[in-house]
T-cell receptor
Framework: DQQVKQNSPSLSVQEGRISILNCDYT??????FLWYKKYPAEGPTFLIS?????DKNEDGRFTVFLNKSAKHLSLHIVPSQPGDSAVYFC??????????FGAGTILRVKS | NAGVTQTPKFQVLKTGQSMTLQCAQD?????MYWYRQDPGMGLRLIYY???????DKGEVPNGYNVSRLNKREFSLRLESAAPSQTSVYFC?????????????FGPGTRLTVT
């Protein structure tokens, strides 16, 4: 039973345009959500997070949106750069002790 | 400040062999975790240690054991390796509270069981 789903295995975007990565969850008890970025042969690195009491959080080119009623979050990258090409994982937690990860979306930014 | 380190980086085992994956963190974090990553499956939690002296099962604990040796170190042991345990293993750590739930990951160990 996948509690966190990333339904797009891959996404291809032109450099300079917006990348939108989506994530859906089923457990309404989740209260904190995170995005991680992973390059090949490296460990995931934390990108941005959002608490369930907010609906938006920004950090430079990265913005995460949370729609609790739809149990949906998205990561926007504007503008996209070739160095953003990586696998992006969304993750969710309730009370912070364990993260549940989605399967990941491969982002390719074409120059 | 090395963050989270893992050894070895690569390992090939034969079915039935045993091995221990080592993990250490220098961020004074309370909580540590072991994940496996398989294609199309994301990261799945094997075991975690919320604080020194405690360990708990995650989503996929069968075939594994762990030891929280001290606050810095958390090891994962495969007693009798099986081909289904071929995977990339990541160790992670976090402060374990205070409203900050970010986990910091090591570089991974790629394990192949033949």
């Amino acid at each position: 039973d996948q509690q966190v789903k990333q339904n797009s295995p891959s996404l291809s975007v032109q450099e300079g345009r917006i990348s939108i990565l989506n994530c859906d969850y089923t457990n309404s008890m989740f209260d904190y959500f995170l995005w991680y970025k992973k390059y090949p042969a490296e460990g995931p690195t934390f990108l941005i997070s959002i608490s369930s009491i907010k609906d938006k959080n920004e950090d430079g080119r990265f913005t995460v949106f949370l729609n609790k009623s739809a149990k949906h979050l998205s990561l926007h990258i504007v503008p996209s750069q070739p160095g953003d090409s990586a696998v992006y994982f969304c993750a969710a937690t309730k009370y912070g002790n364990k993260l549940v990860f989605g399967a990941g979306t491969i982002l390719r930014v074409k120059s | 400040n090395a963050g989270v380190t893992q050894t070895p980086k690569f390992q090939v085992l034969k079915t039935g062999q045993s091995m221990t994956l080592q993990c250490a963190q220098d961020m004074n974090h309370n909580s540590m975790y072991w994940y496996r990553q398989d294609p199309g499956m994301g990261l799945r939690l094997i075991y975690y240690s919320a604080s020194e002296g405690t360990t708990d099962k995650g989503e996929v604990p069968n075939g594994y054991n762990v030891s929280r040796l001290n606050k810095r170190e958390f090891s994962l042991r495969l007693e009798s390796a099986a081909p289904s345990q071929t995977s990339v293993y990541f160790c992670a750590s976090s402060t374990g509270g205070g409203g900050s739930y970010e986990q910091y990951f090591g570089p991974g160990t790629r394990l192949t069981v033949t």
